[in-house]
């Protein structure tokens, strides 16, 4: 039973996490609300393994799935707290839900998964018009809503590209101790961008933005990726990727109530197109597979 209860709790904690981004950096910059989410995130991290007596493993296997979750927390964290800052907080959920189709992709390549067939090429086809419908909204926004779906989109291959790559090193490893252990990857790379561009500490932190912060440094970072990376253990790439068709209309309608976000109605037709497209890219063909294996049971019943 705790897999499905995992599975649920990282569809609300993805569909919640669009809006806080946001708001863990207003006032003090997007890369102090994101080094400050994965401090408090490593930090918790390591002091939750030592009170349930787990270790970080260092052999050769583990080092390498910190390497690929780090490097993928790093890149697709950054890309997406840049693009915050000039898209609504739904729209990144909404582009986040190609994740599926890229994931499922590099999974062909690299796990030798399902590949592709007629009904997997309409449905790319189907959710790039709905990525391409919610692009049109950005033009007509301006470039700066170009330039952030851009950084979501280059955040969405990172990502999908680290848990393929984590699932095929398939360590068997805890998933808190792959969150631990790619969040001490990440965390430095995270203070060297900040040293780099000689951010410094905000005078005044918005109440707003440090709640923000605390609750991605806990909820979205600590429990979000050890459910994230569990799931990804006991459950196929493609299906973990699936989150993300519930995600983007939870993200949505919590930046419209609770940001005041307005949403173009191409966003939302471009939102079905995606959630249809990735419908049509991973559910339809199971679901066919499955009547048909009923369907076998039950003449070999009779």
Known sequence: MFVPAAYLGVVLIWGTTPLAIKWSGEGVGYLFGVTGRMVIGVALALLVLHMIGLRLAWHKQARRTYLAAGLGIFVAMTSVYWSSQFIPSGWISVIFGLSPIVTGLMARVWLQEQGLNLQRLLAILVAFAGLAMIF?????????????????????????????????IDAQLHGLVVAAGGLMVAVPLFLLSWFIQGESWPAVVDYRALSAIIYLGIVGTVLGFALYYYILRHVETTKVALITLVTPV?????????????????????????????????????????????????????
């Not at 909204?137 to 301006?142: A, I, N």
């Not at 079905?272 to 009547?291: C, N, P, W, Y």
């Open 136 to 168: 049109s909204v950005g033009k007509d926004l301006g470039a700066s809503f170009v330039l952030g779906l851009i950084g979501v989109v280059i955040s969405v291959i990172t990502h999908s590209a680290s848990a393929v790559w984590v699932k095929r």
């Open 250 to 302: 939870i993200a949505l309608l919590a930046g419209k109530w609770l940001n005041a976000e307005q949403v173009d109605e191409r966003v939302w037709i471009g939102t079905l197109l995606i959630m249809l497209g990735l419908a049509g890219f991973e559910l339809k063909g199971r679901l066919l597979t499955q009547l048909r294996s009923n369907r076998a049971s039950e003449s070999d019943g009779q």
